[in-house]
């Protein structure tokens, strides 16, 4: 399955900010706490050491260009988020 994330945290100064988002390119990974994990993984330390939680949404390729459709690359389906404390000590 493909998946985009993005991870919620708190900045220097306390305010909630995001890191990643729907431009950033999806990733495949075997379920949304698989992609959960793989998204804190690929945040940067300072992201990963202040992280709230983490929001996984499934992404399935756009094949159908009819005149109907926005020329997406992706389908969003639905999100799930994972709280930083589920993720601890849950295996990937």
Request: glycine share 8%; hydrophobic share 40%.
């Amino acid at each position: 399955m493909m998946f985009k994330s993005m991870v919620w945290y708190r900045n220097a100064s306390g305010a909630l900010r995001s890191s990643g988002d729907m431009l950033d390119p999806a990733y495949e990974a075997c379920g949304s706490l698989d992609a959960a994990h793989k998204a804190l993984h690929r945040a940067t330390p300072f992201v990963r050491s202040k992280a709230i939680s983490v929001v996984v949404t499934i992404c399935t390729p756009n094949t159908d260009y009819t005149a109907g459709c926005y020329r997406e690359p992706y389908l969003y389906g639905g999100t799930k988020e994972y709280f930083v404390d589920q993720l601890v000590g849950a295996a990937a």
